[in-house]
């Protein structure tokens, strides 16, 4: 068994990512996956030879097995089950072969998968890139303690994260009525964390104890993205991965979901003090170096209702299903995207990426997900440009709908936000001022109507 996690002699960190397989395609990419988000990995080829010290000092963010080596759907099952005894809250992928029917797979998950997914999707797209990043970055959110008082109960567990280690230490147990004492413990520690899946949980206490002025506004707008963040990675999972096929359903209510949190969000963005800096420093996480979606979401549903540029309901979905065929992309592309940008990709995968849009609109087609034809419309042209530059189809700039352009802007937009605040150089007043700027000279991407628009929103 190879380890990753003992090369530093002076202290344990916990293991991020435990891979159980002897499959040499998965370890390959596996490994590779590794090194690109430099986690802290052990390899083992059989559940009963994970290391002891895992076992008893680390609980991995997320757990990848493969399924398709093990003989028998209970022996596939009883592996699943050690795994989850052993780490009960790590989330376990597991790799199937593809032809488990639909009651296997629901009993593979009911046995500790979360996830299941295939062979080929592995080698052939990024979704497992994408997935690794959501498990291992992005399960830990961190919240301010000032977000918190004391004398309120909470519904949601809250966690320390230990220096030494790494290890989240429960502090906040759901059901717990906060006290002036435990208060002032957790204050010096200025910030906790809350488990993705309890965002939800968190929001409504952001949402009972805050009111809908000043500061707490503010604290009203970071939960709403944070909690459309875990749902608009959970709706793309859902959509891309083919063992989630089948649940037409689930998508559609989380659809739902997201596009009213999403007129919530632009409800309390409308009347934010200092706006534009809330939105660019509300997911200051890991996982959201990588994930812009969220980020592209709250300018394009900020502008929009400030502005009175699209339909709601059609920005919000287009913000929402206009990338979803990046996962379909290979591994390398997705890494140079990730990185880097298009222009640093092959020219066969430069091709490949100006498919995506015609992706994206194949995959909702695909999984029957009821959107209007405005959205279809404009989830192929979020990449279309004034100039006739644009991709896929090169459209016509008077063909090109309200909504992609907004969604095409925001991207620009938060790409270079982004950037600019990294390097710490430049405000977000003079970014935006400089892209608007750029784009009314050069009239390349948007036309004329459009920049005129939005301009009171974004120059003013």
Request: glycine share 4%; net charge negative.
């Amino acid at each position: 068994m190879e380890s990753t996690a003992k090369q530093d002699p002076t202290a344990f960190k916990r293991i991020e990512f435990l891979v159980v397989t002897k499959n040499a395609e998965l370890l390959s990419v596996s490994k590779d996956l590794v090194e690109h988000y430099k986690f802290r990995a052990e390899y083992s080829d059989s559940v009963d030879t994970v290391d002891a010290d895992t076992r008893l000092s680390s609980s991995p963010m997320m757990i990848l097995i493969s399924l398709e080596e093990i003989e028998g759907l209970q022996e596939r099952m009883k592996n699943l089950q050690q795994l989850r005894a052993a780490f009960p809250r790590s989330h376990i992928v597991a790799m199937v072969a593809g032809d488990e029917s639909t009651d296997d797979c629901e009993m593979l998950r009911g046995s500790g998968a979360r996830y299941l997914v295939l062979l080929q999707e592995i080698k052939n797209s990024s979704k497992l890139y994408y997935l690794a990043a959501l498990l291992v970055q992005g399960t830990y959110i961190p919240v301010p303690v000032s977000d918190l008082f004391p004398s309120t109960q909470v519904n949601f567990n809250a966690y320390h994260k230990l220096v030494l280690n790494q290890k989240f230490l429960p502090v906040i147990f759901s059901g717990f009525t906060f006290s002036d004492k435990k208060y002032r413990q957790l204050e010096t520690a200025q910030q906790v964390y809350v488990r993705r899946e309890e965002l939800g949980e968190y929001r409504k206490y952001i949402e009972t104890y805050h009111d809908q002025v000043g500061a707490a506004l503010k604290k009203r707008c970071r939960v709403m993205m944070m909690s459309l963040m875990a749902l608009y990675s959970e709706i793309l999972l859902l959509l891309s991965l083919d063992c989630e096929a089948g649940k037409k359903d689930l998508v559609q209510s989380k659809v739902s979901e997201f596009v009213q949190g999403s007129q919530d969000l632009g409800r309390y963005l409308k009347d934010c003090p200092d706006v534009w800096n809330v939105i660019a420093k509300a997911l200051d996480f890991q996982f959201c170096r990588y994930e812009r979606g969220p980020y592209i979401l709250a300018y394009a549903v900020y502008i929009s209702l400030k502005a009175d540029w699209g339909q709601m309901q059609d920005v919000v979905m287009t913000a929402l299903l206009a990338d979803l065929g990046i996962l379909d992309l290979t591994p390398e592309s997705f890494k140079t995207l990730q990185k880097k940008n298009e222009k640093h990709l092959k020219p066969e995968e430069l091709e490949r990426y100006r498919h995506h849009p015609m992706n994206s609109l194949n995959r909702v087609m695909l999984r029957e997900l009821e959107v209007s034809n405005e959205t279809k419309s404009s989830i192929v042209c979020t990449h279309e440009r004034n100039d006739l530059k644009g991709f896929p189809n090169q459209s016509p700039a008077d063909k090109i709908p309200a909504e992609a352009q907004l969604i095409h802007f925001c991207e620009l937009l938060d790409r270079r936000v982004r950037a600019s605040l990294e390097d710490g150089i430049l405000t977000h007043d003079f970014v935006r001022k400089q892209v608007w700027e750029e784009e009314k000279d050069s009239l390349k991407r948007f036309n004329a109507a459009f920049l005129d628009k939005i301009e009171k929103v974004l120059v003013a």
